[in-house]
Nanobody
Framework: QVQLVESGGGLVQAGGSLRLSCEAS????????MGWYRQAPGKQREMVAT???????NYANSVKGRFTISRRDGWRTLYLQMNSLKPEDTATYFC??????????WGRGTQVTVSS
């Protein structure tokens, strides 16, 4: 069974940093990609950053140069280092996994609030 559990969210002032973590129970599965999405109140969920099994990363234009996606121990832990945070980064951040022949999985999310 695939489980994704996010942590690391919180309240931070503009210009500050946070690091989100996603503990992934995905052993035995073939992972195509994992990533981070976010959803602000009243807005659609949007891609923040993804990384493929080949190591290719992709970032939303709005976070390029400020956020970095990385992983540890294969796919066991996925990180999102967020620097120079802005109030518009305020959202619930979700961990995402695309698994071969099994589909997409999502965590429950972690709230990030950036005060001005």
């Amino acid at each position: 069974q695939v489980q994704l559990v996010e942590s690391g969210g919180g309240l931070v002032q503009a210009g500050g940093s946070l690091r989100l973590s996603c503990e992934a129970s995905v052993s035995g599965f073939s992972i195509n990609a994992m990533g981070w999405y976010r959803q602000a109140p009243g807005k659609q969920r949007e891609m923040v950053a993804t990384v493929t099994s080949r190591g290719t990363t992709n970032y939303a234009n709005s976070v390029k140069g400020r956020f970095t996606i990385s992983r540890r121990d294969g796919w066991r832990t996925l990180y999102l280092q967020m620097n120079s945070l802005k109030p518009e980064d305020t959202a619930t951040y979700f961990c995402y996994s695309e698994i071969s022949r099994a589909g997409e999985y999502w965590g429950r999310g972690t709230q990030v609030t950036v005060s001005s």
